[in-house]
């Protein structure tokens, strides 16, 4: 499966759940989280349909695609290869910042999610 197919596969199974604790267990059931991915996000999620908006490959192994919810809030999906593609992160855009404040007591400095 490639980058591309295993996040389809993940967004359709966030159109599909019919709770948080429902579509983390499907993730983990299908083995599509890697071992470093946080659960806590997806069991606060409320946004469960999306739209790609665009695509930065970090390195062979690491890319990021950027989506917009239907509500038009920004999300970023790290997927990462460690001998398959698996979803790495999904976290939205940090309101506290939103991506332009280092010391953000919110996100970290990351710019996505909270601490």
Not at 34 to 55: A, C, G, M, Y
Not at 76 to 82: G, H, K, S, T
Request: hydrophobic share 35%.
């Amino acid at each position: 499966m490639t980058d591309i197919e295993l996040l389809n596969r993940v967004l359709e199974l966030f159109k599909h759940c019919d709770s948080n604790s429902d579509l983390l267990n499907n993730l983990l059931k299908n083995q599509f989280l890697h071992p470093s991915f946080e659960q806590r996000p997806i069991l606060n999620q409320v946004d469960f349909e999306f739209i790609l908006t665009d695509k930065a490959k970090k390195n062979e192994g690491l890319v990021e695609y950027y989506l917009d919810s239907s509500d038009g809030c920004p999300y970023r999906a790290e997927l990462i290869f460690d001998g398959k593609w698996y979803l790495k992160s999904f976290l939205f855009l940090c309101q506290g910042c939103f991506g332009n404040y280092e010391e953000c007591n919110v996100c970290g400095g990351s710019g996505w999610g909270v601490l």
